[in-house]
């Protein structure tokens, strides 16, 4: 979801909604601690949800071929990220690893740690974040094939609702080789256990 289609508030609209917020739970917004707290709210989320306002295509626009004819695996793993709900707005914190068989183009490596910050830094669900991930660099880098695995607790279930710490959820997106052979996939996960 790339395109926003609302029209977007105005920061005093922000505050406005984030003082509503703080005199539903029952506080004092006229006390001292929580007078500048719509404000700093309004600053912090425009931080946490930053990724709305970038696009992979800024992000792995640039490739590069120099690489001395290397044609296996590139895998960088434990991405740590902190992202947001999109039911509860509550935090997901997680690691993502990531492995892609280059075509001849390879990325810098920041760029892949840098998609995943974009992303996290936008309302998620896991599923849709391994998913966006993996199609960001398969459209932007067309390598031969893209492994994303993301493995991550939920807040949501940790601090309220069913109120279960302590659990990982796991997902898995392969595309291209990694997909329709058996032994790309089986080859990236055994780096990614391997080296854990
Ligand atoms: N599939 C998936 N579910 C998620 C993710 N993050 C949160 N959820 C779930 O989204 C669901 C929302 O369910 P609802 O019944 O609409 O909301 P709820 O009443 O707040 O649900 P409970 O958490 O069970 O109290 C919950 O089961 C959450 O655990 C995610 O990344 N992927
Ligand atoms: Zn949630």
Redesign the pocket.
């Known amino acids: 979801m790339d395109a926003i289609v609302q029209k977007k508030p105005s920061r005093a609209e922000a505050e406005a909604a984030v003082e509503t917020l703080l005199r539903w739970i029952g506080d004092d917004t006229t006390r001292e601690g929580l007078i500048d707290t719509p404000s700093r709210v309004a600053a912090a989320y425009g931080e946490l949800f930053s990724g709305y306002g970038k696009s992979p295509e800024e992000v792995l626009g640039r490739t590069f071929e120099e690489v001395a004819g290397y044609e296996d695996i590139v895998l960088i793993k434990d991405i740590n990220f902190f992202s947001h709900?999109?039911?509860?707005l509550?935090p997901?914190i997680g690691k993502a690893h990531i492995g892609y068989l280059p075509d001849r183009r390879v990325v810098g490596l920041s760029k892949l740690v840098r998609v995943v910050d974009m992303y996290a830094r936008r309302l998620?669900?896991?599923?849709?974040?391994t998913a966006q991930i993996a199609d960001a660099i398969e459209t932007h880098l067309r390598p031969l094939g893209v492994a994303v695995v993301i493995e991550?607790e939920?807040m949501?279930?940790a601090m309220?609702?069913?109120r279960l710490q302590g659990s990982t959820?796991m997902?898995t997106t392969f595309r291209g080789s990694f997909k329709n052979d058996v032994n790309s996939q089986l080859r990236f996960m055994t780096m990614l256990r391997d080296s854990a």
Not at 85 to 88: F, K, R, V
Request: charged share 15%; glycine share 4%; aromatic share 0%.
């Open positions: 709900c999109e039911h509860h509550v997901i998620q669900t896991q599923e849709a974040m991550a939920h949501c279930m309220r609702g069913i959820t997902t």
